[in-house]
Structure formats: C-alpha cells, structure tokens
C-alpha cells in the first residue's frame, strides 16, 4: 500500500456511508454514471467481457457494468467503500466481485486477466498515478481496452472543479481535490504509450449549473476521459 495517501484515503472513508444516496456529496457521480457507461460502449461491448474497475469505491460504475453483462471485479483501498459496495449487492441482486487490493497487486496477481479496465476518478488522488496506468495495462489481455477519467491541470480546471465545484456549488466537499495532482492529458497519453496502451479517444465532460446536468463534450479543459487499447 505504498502509492496510496492515507489522507485522501481518510476522506472517503469518512463518507463512505454516503455512496449510494443520489442527493449525497456523491451526487455527480451517480449523474455522470450513464454517460461512462455510454461512452465506454461506444468502444466495446461490455456483455460477457471480464472486467477490472480500479479504485471501485462503493460500486457505482462496477454495478452499472454489471448490469450490462459484464464480469466485473472492482479493486479499492477504502475498507469502508467497500463494505457499502458489498451491501448494495443485497439490494441489487447483481454479482461483483469486490477486493481490497491495490492496482499494483492485482496486476501482479492477475496480469493479461481482462479484456477491459476501468479507472475513473482515481488518478488524481494518488501519490504515482503513472504507477495506477501501467498497472492497469499489465491486467489487460492483448487487445484490451482501457478507460480512464482525470481533472486536466488548467487555470479553467482550478475555477470549475475546485472553487466552483467545492466552494460556490457545493457539489463536492472542500477539500476533495488538489490542483496540483491534476493531470493533463498529454502526461497521460504519455504514460498510457510507455506501458503499452495507445490512446484511441479523448472527451471532455461538461457541466451546465443552470440545467445542473452533465454531458459529453469535445473540450477537455476540466475533466476528461480517454480511451486507450493494448497492442493485438
């Protein structure tokens, strides 16, 4: 457990409890979560694939790929997240398999096993987030695709995600984020080539505080997702 900091980790633990309430600090999540889903099919189809969530927290988008046929095991560090994730099952009826492991031992435990990854939200809250990609590219079978979703590191990025989305919205907690940690898309797409992963697609996310929704968009100032797939 050495590329984790125990005070984000200590955030989510906190809340943990909160996971799958909609009108919760979780709130976005719940609302970008069809647009993932989305988004990750419009590259492959998820029924029957095996299937990696990285940094799974209480289930949300584990749980959505379930519900599309996928074979989804969700990895985290949060204890706590991942008792929530195990008890929604219950209420669910769907099947996840939820460890508490990192991305580093499970890629070592388990490589080429997948034939998609999943790492939204995550990147930008570890010490290595390099260290999280090429983990994930040495889950993925050859011809895996990866997914990934980050904050890009721009002045526009600090007003929206953080003094927006913390202090004057309040969609998140004061605190969730540090600027500094965000990642701009070009160190991404570069640690995704060094451990074997080309990137195929990028897109933005949207958010309209009028309409208060979501949405796809080309620009990729605030947050982002790429699309990445492994060498045949």
């Not at 955030?11 to 609302?31: G, I, V, Y």
Request: glycine share 8%; proline share 6%.
């Amino acid at each position: 457990m050495t590329n984790v900091d125990p005070l984000e980790l200590a955030k989510f633990d906190e809340h943990a409890h909160h996971w799958w309430d909609p009108t919760s600090e979780f709130r976005p999540l719940h609302e970008i979560n069809p647009l993932r889903l989305s988004w990750i099919e419009s590259h492959v189809t998820l029924a029957g694939k095996r299937v990696l969530d990285v940094g799974c927290g209480g289930g949300i988008l584990s749980e959505g790929m379930a519900q599309r046929g996928a074979k989804v095991t969700g990895i985290d560090l949060s204890a706590a997240a991942l008792d929530v994730a195990k008890l929604h099952l219950l209420e669910s009826g769907l099947s996840v398999d939820y460890r508490l492991e990192s991305a580093e031992d499970h890629a070592e435990a388990h490589p080429g096993a997948y034939e998609v990854v999943t790492c939204m939200e995550l990147l930008e809250h570890v010490p290595d987030p390099e260290s999280i990609v090429a983990a994930c590219a040495a889950t993925l079978a050859p011809g895996g695709w990866a997914f990934f979703a980050t904050i890009n590191r721009t002045p526009k990025a600090y007003l929206h995600a953080i003094l927006g989305a913390e202090y004057l919205l309040r969609l998140l907690p004061r605190g969730t984020h540090d600027f500094g940690k965000f990642i701009r898309p070009a160190e991404l797409a570069r640690w995704a080539r060094s451990h074997g992963l080309e990137p195929v697609a990028l897109k933005g996310l949207g958010y309209n505080p009028l309409t208060k929704t979501y949405r796809l968009i080309d620009e990729t100032a605030v947050n982002y997702l790429l699309a990445a797939r492994k060498a045949t």
